[in-house]
């Protein structure tokens, strides 16, 4: 089965790996970000913020102009995250999260709802994080926001479960992407920070964007019997409260 698929962030990291193999299994790709559509990336285009209210009603004329059908397929992936404590960050700060975190996955559904419904249903992917469920110092509005995320895409789930639609949330951990290494340069010891994440996980490395597109994609094509479900691919992370690098326990 094929058809017009959405993926949000597309332009680089998770986005961009979701996009490439949506695309490899013969689906029709609409891609949104505010970056430019990589030369490599033979897909439709919306370079907008999702955050912007005008954004969706192109995203929807650029599907069904690309693949002659609306969207049955939503990848919601942008994501904003500023440092700070709800003490550093302003109210504009804190908003904006919600905005492109939160709001416009909602914005974008009252559009792509509807056409997806009297289509006879779709799958709706909302990748969220491992914060949206631990915290993380520093992260205030990042992680409430994707806790709000997770939240979301549960309701949608009973919401529009008889109506044909799955929605499902992925938890990733740390990605070695655009996104995390902007986050990484905030840090007073970039390379201390960074050898440090690798070793919090069980695996002993960051994730790979891949990593994370392939459960994208199985949630979104393959998993017909999942909805409402959270999926942490993490590479160990979050499994236990304190893991040790060596193997004795010791």
């Not at 695996?203 to 964007?209: A, N």
């Not at 392939?214 to 409402?228: Q, S």
């Amino acid at each position: 089965m094929t058809g017009s698929a959405v993926v949000t962030g597309a332009a680089s990291g998770v986005g961009l790996a979701t996009a490439r193999r949506l695309i490899r299994r013969g689906w029709h790709v609409t891609g949104v970000d505010i970056a430019p559509r990589p030369d490599d990336l033979e897909c439709a285009w919306v370079g907008a913020s999702v955050a912007e209210a005008g954004t969706w009603e192109r995203v929807l004329a650029t599907a069904r102009a690309e693949a002659g059908e609306a969207p049955s397929v939503v990848v919601f992936n942008a994501a904003v995250l500023i440092v700070g404590s709800i003490l550093d960050l302003t109210e504009e700060q804190w908003q904006r999260h919600f905005d492109v975190n939160v709001t416009a996955v909602v914005r974008a559904l009252k559009l792509l709802l509807p056409p997806m419904i009297e289509a006879g249903g779709g799958s709706i992917v909302t990748v969220a994080s491992v914060d949206a469920y631990q915290a993380e110092q520093g992260l205030a509005g990042y992680c409430s926001s994707k806790g709000a995320l997770l939240q979301l895409t549960r309701c949608l789930a009973m919401d529009h479960a008889r109506q044909g639609i799955r929605a499902n949330c992925i938890a990733p951990g740390v990605i070695d992407t655009p996104f995390f290494r902007r986050h990484l340069d905030t840090a007073e010891d970039p390379a201390r920070f960074l050898e440090a994440r690798k070793q919090r996980n069980p695996l002993g490395r960051l994730l790979e964007p891949d990593d994370v597109a392939a459960t994208v994609e199985f949630v979104a094509l393959d998993a017909a019997g999942m909805t409402g479900s959270v999926t942490t691919v993490d590479a160990g992370l979050s499994t236990s409260f304190d893991f040790r690098t060596g193997t004795s326990g010791d």
